[in-house]
C-alpha cells in the first residue's frame, strides 16, 4: 500500500503548522482511487481530520474501517484545514484493504459542500450526520459521485422514525447508531444507556432488526469511556449475542477488543463447514430437511446461516 513520502509528508505539517490553507489546499491533488465495496468490517475507527500524527498511522491501525472525522472533534477553526487534510491523505492512498469513510458535518453546517469537494478524492464512502428524513438522502445522493457509498447516523429523532424509508437505494449501505445524540433529541437521560436498561436494549435490537430488515450494515455506538475495557468488553459481548458485527470505536485497544469478540471461533466456522457439507450432499439425494446425531435438524435456512457465517471468514 502506498504510504504518505516523508518530503509530503513535512510539506503538509508545515502548511498545517503555518495555518496556510492555501499551501494544504495546493498539496491537496485529485485522484482517482479503487473503491473498497467491502461490507465485511467489524471494528471501525474514528480518526480527527485536523490530527496529522493519526492520520499518517492509516496503514498501520487494525481497523478494518476507518472513518476520518470532519465533524465532532474537529473545533470550528480547525474544519476548513481538516477538510482539505481529508483530501491529501485519501489522495496519498490510492487502494487501501481499509475501508476509509468521510463523515462530513451536517448538511446545514457545510455538508453538501464538503461532499461536492471530496468527490474528486473518491472516499470509499461519505457517512452524513444528523440526517433526517428521504427527502435529505435523496439530496445527497443527487450531489455525490455515483461510485462513492452513502452511510447514514442514525442519531437524530427524525431519523429514528423515518429509518424504513431511508435506504433509497443500493448506494446506502450502512447505518450508524448515534446514541448519545439520539438521547439528546428525544429528550431521554443519558443514564438510560446501560447494559441492563430496557429502553437501552429495545433501540439496540429495533436499530439492529431494521437495518437487517433493510439489507443495510449496522453500526453499534461509540463507547465513550474508552479506558473503561473491562465495561466495553461487557457490552461487546452483548452486542453480539443480539446479532451485532460492527461498532464504533475511539481508540486503537478499543479496535484490538472489536476485532478479537466479534470475530468467529474456530468452533463455529468447523460447525459452519460440516453444515454446508451435509447439506449439499443430502440435497443431491432429494433431502432438504434431515437430523443430523452432532449438530441436529438441519434444513436450508439452517444451510443459509452457514453459509453466511463462512462468507464472512
Partial sequence: MKTIQIDNLNSVSLAFEN?????????AVPTQRTINKSSDFSSVLMLSCNNIKHLSKIDSLESECIVLNLEDG???????????????????????????????????????????????????AIRVPKIKNRDEVTSVLEC????IE?????????????????AVNGRVTTFYLGILDLFADMKLPQSLIKRDNPTMLYILSHFLVTCKSLGIKAVSFVYQEFQNLEEFGMWLSLEKRMGYDAKGCISPKQ?????????????????????????????EQGISGFVDEEYGFIDEPI?????HLLEKN
Wanted: glycine share 2%; proline share 2%; hydrophobic share 40%.
Fill in 19 to 27: 495555518r496556510d490553507l492555501e499551501a494544504l489546499r495546493k498539496l
Fill in 74 to 124: 474537529v473545533f470550528q477553526e480547525d474544519k476548513p484545514f481538516a477538510l482539505f487534510l481529508c483530501a491529501i491523505f485519501l489522495s496519498q492512498h490510492k487502494q487501501s484493504n481499509k475501508k476509509l469513510v468521510v463523515r462530513v458535518n451536517a448538511l446545514d453546517e457545510g455538508g453538501y459542500e464538503e461532499i461536492c469537494y471530496l468527490n474528486q478524492f473518491m472516499p470509499d
Fill in 144 to 147: 455525490l459521485n455515483s461510485n
Fill in 150 to 166: 452513502l452511510h447514514l447516523s442514525i442519531e437524530t429523532a427524525s431519523a429514528w422514525q423515518n429509518m424504513n424509508s431511508l
Fill in 255 to 283: 479496535v484490538a477488543l472489536v476485532n478479537e469478540i466479534f470475530s468467529q471461533t474456530q468452533e463455529e466456522i468447523t460447525r459452519a463447514k460440516k453444515i454446508v457439507e451435509l447439506f449439499e450432499c443430502n440435497r
Fill in 303 to 307: 444451510y443459509k446461516g452457514a453459509l
